[in-house]
């Protein structure tokens, strides 16, 4: 089975931190995908790669910054993390892009809390 | 703008009822279109999708969906709802990219 694993559960960071989180899958697959999940508004697009140092803006960008210098690593940074920032954050792979419509493995995600 | 609209956002079933949970989405085209699931505690996982062909879709779980073009619709439907059912439920359309819906949360009383 494709396991993506998230490094933290919960996490409690203060206005104005760095934050990493970090995302890890491990069947080799080239996308990776960042998305914050809040109530009543689903999830929406962070950032997303398709390959190792590639990294496109999703619908979200604002306030985060992507690293993937490995292809089964893909880092979510908050330059200066702040309290509208705080959210569940998933992180899910898929095999190909080029396939429409293929499968989307997500980790169990990361609840974010910044006071 | 593409789009996708779950109209409710809470229900709530008894054990062993049926359940339809709705999705409708806006655009000409006829986009793929899935529905995933999320247990508490848990990332998404994959019920079912529909890219072409046959309107109504197996999936996991015992779940269906039935695509209505005309309704633009692909709602998720299961004949006899479980306890273990409750979770959330998501709705998503893909064109170019990936769109989720707001979500249904599903309680199931016993």
């Known amino acids: 089975d494709v396991k993506v694993t998230q490094s933290s559960r919960y996490l409690v960071k203060r206005t104005g931190e760095k934050v990493f989180l970090e995302c890890v899958q491990d069947m080799d697959h080239e996308n990776m995908f960042w998305y914050r999940q809040d109530p009543g508004l689903g999830l929406r697009l962070i950032y997303f790669s398709y390959d190792v140092k590639m990294k496109e803006k999703g619908d979200i960008p604002e306030g985060y910054s992507v690293s993937r210098e490995k292809k089964e690593r893909f880092s979510l940074i908050l330059e200066s993390a702040s309290t509208n920032q705080t959210s569940m954050y998933l992180c899910?792979?898929?095999?190909?892009?080029?396939?429409?419509?293929?499968?989307?493995?997500f980790g169990s995600g990361t609840q974010l809390s910044v006071l | 703008a593409q789009s996708v609209t779950q109209p409710d956002i809470h229900i709530t079933v008894s054990e062993g009822a049926s359940l339809e949970l709705r999705c409708n989405y806006s655009?000409?085209?006829?986009?793929?279109l899935f529905w995933y699931v999320q247990s508490p505690g848990q990332g998404l996982q994959l019920l079912l999708k529909?890219?072409?062909?046959?309107?109504l879709v197996q999936g996991i779980k015992g779940f269906e969906a039935e695509f209505k073009r005309s309704q633009s619709s692909f709602n998720l439907r299961k004949p006899s709802v479980h306890w273990s059912d409750a979770a959330e439920y998501f709705c998503?359309?893909?064109?170019?990219?990936?769109?989720f819906g707001a979500g249904t949360r599903l309680a199931v009383h016993p």
């Open positions: 529909y890219f072409s062909g046959d309107t």
């Open positions: 899910a792979s898929s095999p190909d892009h080029r396939q429409a419509g293929e499968k989307l493995f």
């Open positions: 998503a359309v893909k064109y170019n990219k990936l769109i």
């Open positions: 655009y000409g085209a006829t986009p793929y």
